[in-house]
């Protein structure tokens, strides 16, 4: 089945820096990539995401870039903010597992002001 | 839109009591609902997979006739926490994906439940 690797599992930034998450994954099949910020006690919430038929993603302050022939994905946050402090998870999916998700540990951002 | 809202929030039940949950993607129709289950920082776990009108796929090591999941709308699908022991004390999600070709996924707000 798909494994999918994150790191790192904690990860502090400045305010007004930037940050990276890297997420590997194993199963050439997989063809969506969703990342999810989780605050403490909450679900988890979709921020962006990216099919493989696509190399770079952006959204304001968010991007998602995808290396298929690496099988690896990585988060860019630039500009951080306090508010964006909390646990962020990458996934992996693809048609035939019937969507469901393989998520990588996570990675606890904290951004100091 | 795609918001999912889950029901209760927070439980507390004694050992050897039931315990439904309930999932229900409010402004789409999700023909697939997923359940997982986190312990304190740790990553989400899949549960199992329901399909509306169908039986739910579970994921090797659940136990089905613990874990009862039933998905009988394209709004709602319920998760029955059977005979719960301590153990069973985890933060509970669901997620509903919507219909069509669409791979996204939307999560509920979470139940914790607490067995003592």
């Known amino acids: 089945g798909e494994n999918v690797e994150q790191h790192p599992s904690t990860l502090s930034v400045q305010e007004g820096d930037s940050a990276v998450i890297k997420c590997t994954y194993s199963?050439?099949?997989?063809?969506?990539f969703p990342w999810y910020k989780q605050e403490l006690g909450k679900g988890p919430q979709l921020i962006i995401d990216?099919?493989?038929?696509?190399g770079e993603k952006k959204d304001q302050r968010i991007a998602v870039t995808l290396n298929k022939t690496a099988k690896h994905f990585s988060l860019h946050i630039t500009e951080t903010q306090p508010e964006d402090s909390a646990v962020y998870f990458c996934?992996?999916?693809?048609?035939?597992?019937?969507?469901?998700?393989?998520f990588g540990k996570g990675t606890s951002l904290l951004v100091t002001p | 839109g795609a918001v999912v809202s889950q029901h209760p929030s927070r439980v507390i039940c004694k050992s050897g009591t039931s315990v439904k949950i309930e999932c229900r993607s409010l402004?789409?129709?999700?023909?697939?609902m997923f359940w997982y289950r986190q312990f304190p920082k740790q990553s989400l776990m899949l549960m199992a997979t329901?399909?509306?009108?169908?039986?739910?796929?579970?994921e090797q090591g659940v136990e089905k006739d613990k874990f009862l999941i039933n998905h009988a709308s394209l709004t709602l699908s319920t998760l029955t926490v059977t005979s719960a022991h301590p153990e069973d004390s985890s933060f509970y999600i669901c997620?509903?994906?919507?219909?069509?070709?669409?791979?996204?996924?939307?999560f509920g707000p979470g139940t914790r439940l607490t067995v003592t």
């Open positions: 990216i099919r493989s038929n696509v």
């Open positions: 996934a992996a999916t693809y048609s035939n597992s019937g969507y469901a998700l393989n």
């Open positions: 329901s399909n509306e009108g169908s039986k739910a796929t579970y």
């Open positions: 199963d050439s099949a997989s063809n969506y």
């Open positions: 997620s509903a994906g919507t219909s069509g070709l669409s791979y996204e996924q939307y």
């Open positions: 402004d789409f129709q999700a023909t697939t």
